[in-house]
């Protein structure tokens, strides 16, 4: 089974970077930029998923809206018709979180 993620933290990977992850029966496999990061499944203590919203707002004006503006009510349309509207829109970001035991039995978080 092969599925696609953005790397964020616990490897030696490059944040932000897109990696590729492989189940097979006995490991995870994830390949981040031409390099491979195994890991065994027997020392994966639990896998979590996270998701977090992020509302991003921003303004939007409208050079049309100005010029119907204008050409209906003069020059007071055309500020009215120009002014910034605030869009927002939310996104979903969402997290795998992987705990295991390295090979020193201690507990690492991999996102």
């Known amino acids: 089974m092969y599925s696609s993620l953005?790397?964020?933290s616990g490897?030696?990977?490059?944040?932000?970077?897109d990696c590729t992850v492989?189940?097979?029966?006995?490991q995870l496999l994830l390949i981040c930029m031409g390099k491979e990061y195994s890991?065994?499944?027997?020392?994966?203590s639990y896998v979590d998923?996270?998701?977090?919203?992020q509302e991003d707002r921003y303004l939007?004006?409208?050079?049309a809206r100005g010029i119907a503006g204008a050409a209906a009510f003069g020059v007071s349309g055309a500020v009215v018709g120009t002014a910034p509207k605030s869009k927002t829109e939310l996104r979903k970001l969402?997290?795998?979180?992987?705990?295991?035991k390295d090979a020193?039995?201690?507990e690492k978080v991999e996102l």
């Open 6 to 8: 953005r790397y964020v």
């Open 11 to 17: 490897l030696g990977a490059v944040e932000g970077s």
């Open 22 to 26: 492989k189940v097979t029966p006995s």
């Open 39 to 44: 890991l065994p499944l027997s020392r994966i």
């Open 49 to 53: 998923c996270k998701i977090d919203i």
């Open 60 to 63: 939007k004006s409208s050079l």
């Open 94 to 100: 969402k997290y795998a979180v992987i705990v295991y």
């Open 104 to 106: 020193s039995q201690e």
